[in-house]
C-alpha cells in the first residue's frame, strides 16, 4: 500500500500548486514574515531566507518520504508569482485522512487563491489518493481561516478547547503567546458535491524529478 504522496502538480484555471523549489527562496521568506502569518502560526520570528532553503531542501522533502505530508506552492498560472503554500500534515495512510492548512501571501489576499487552492487539493486526494478524510484546524478568532473553511464546504466538528497558541504583537515590537481554541473542520468525498461549482476543474500533471 502507498506510504507516500507521488510527485504531483495540480493546476486549476488560475493556479499552479507543486513543489517547493529553491527559486521560491526570497518570496516564501517574505510571506511568512507577514504578521497574520506570524500571529496565527509557530514559524520562527524573524523567518530567514536560511529558513526558507532549509523548509525547501530538507524538511519538506523529508516529511513527503517519511509519508507524514506533502508541502506544495502555490503559483500564479500566469505569472509563476509564488502566492501561497498548501500543507498536508498529520497523515494516516491506514485511516486514509490527513490534515489541510494553508498560508497566503498578503500581496495575495482577497483573491480567492486559498479556497481555490484548498478545494484543488481536495478533489485531488479524495479523486486520486482515495483518502476518505481531510482535516483543518482553525483559531477561533482566525475568521479569513474559518470562511475558506466554509467555503470549500468542511463541516464544523467542534472545538479543542484552550489547543492553538496564537501571538500578538507588543507596542515595544515583541510578541506575546495567547492561548486561544481550535476549532475542527472535516471535508468528506461526499462533501465536495457543489463546493466548486464557482471554481475551475482541476487538472494533474505528474513530476518525475521531486526528490
Known amino acids: 500500500m502507498t506510504s507516500t504522496f507521488p510527485d504531483i502538480s495540480i493546476s486549476t484555471e488560475r493556479l499552479v500548486l507543486r513543489p517547493l523549489e529553491a527559486d521560491d527562496v526570497p518570496a516564501l521568506a517574505a510571506m511568512m514574515n507577514d504578521e497574520q502569518v506570524a500571529a496565527w ?110 467555503k470549500i464546504g468542511c463541516i464544523s466538528e467542534g472545538v479543542l478547547r484552550n489547543a492553538c497558541i496564537a501571538h500578538v504583537r507588543a507596542e515595544d515590537g515583541t510578541w506575546t503567546d495567547v492561548r486561544t481554541d481550535f476549532i475542527v473542520w472535516s471535508l468528506l468525498p461526499e462533501d465536495l458535491e457543489g463546493a466548486g461549482e464557482h471554481l475551475a476543474d482541476t487538472g494533474f500533471t505528474t513530476f518525475t524529478d521531486w526528490s
Do not use: C, M
Open 41 to 150: 502560526t509557530d514559524v520562527p520570528r524573524p523567518f530567514t531566507e536560511d529558513g526558507a532553503r532549509a523548509w525547501i531542501t530538507e524538511h519538506a522533502p523529508a516529511r513527503r518520504a517519511a509519508g507524514h505530508g506533502l508541502d506544495l506552492a502555490v503559483t500564479e498560472f500566469l505569472t509563476q508569482r509564488l502566492v501561497g503554500v498548501i500543507q498536508l500534515t498529520r497523515t494516516n495512510w491506514h485511516v486514509r485522512s490527513t490534515e489541510l492548512s494553508y498560508i497566503i501571501a498578503p500581496w495575495a489576499r482577497g483573491e480567492g487563491y486559498a479556497s481555490e487552492a484548498a478545494l484543488a487539493t481536495a478533489q485531488w486526494l479524495f479523486r486520486d489518493q482515495k483518502f476518505e478524510r481531510i482535516e483543518l484546524r482553525t483559531a477561533a478568532d482566525n475568521t479569513a481561516s474559518q470562511q475558506v473553511a466554509q
